[in-house]
């Protein structure tokens, strides 16, 4: 059973910039793809990027050029750094974890087993 704790939300005006976490209880944390999506209020919740278990990173329309994410497997952990936040911006944002993430179905939330509880996001304008 992996455990996933975000961490890093908070108020912030649009323009600026935060930084999540999340960290995982996982050994094997490296061999993980771990994804970052989204719910906002009334919302469905929506896949923001994810970092391959080999390295590479893709993420939506939405947040291209403006979000990062990166990996310290030393540290079991994950990060979002957003930049120019935009009011649509705010959500619940949710990190995810998967051994065997389909290279076509990656977007779905079906397709990871572990879930963290969330951290909020509110970016006033």
């Known amino acids: 059973q992996v455990q996933l704790v975000e961490s890093g939300g908070g108020l912030v005006q649009a323009g600026g910039s935060l930084r999540l976490s999340c960290a995982a209880s996982e050994r094997t944390f490296s061999s993980y793809n771990m994804a970052w999506f989204r719910q906002a209020p009334g919302k469905e919740r929506e896949f923001v990027g994810i970092s391959w278990s080999g390295g590479r990173t893709y993420y939506a329309d939405s947040v291209k050029g403006r979000f990062t994410i990166s990996r310290d497997n030393a540290k079991n952990t994950v990060y979002l750094q957003m930049n120019s936040l935009k009011p649509e911006d705010t959500a619940v944002y949710f990190c995810?974890?998967?051994?065997?993430?389909?290279?076509?179905?990656?977007?779905?939330?079906?397709?990871?087993?572990?879930w963290g509880q969330g951290t909020q996001v509110t970016v006033s304008s």
């Open positions: 995810a974890a998967d051994k065997g993430v389909s290279s076509t179905y990656y977007v779905a939330r079906r397709s990871y087993d572990y």
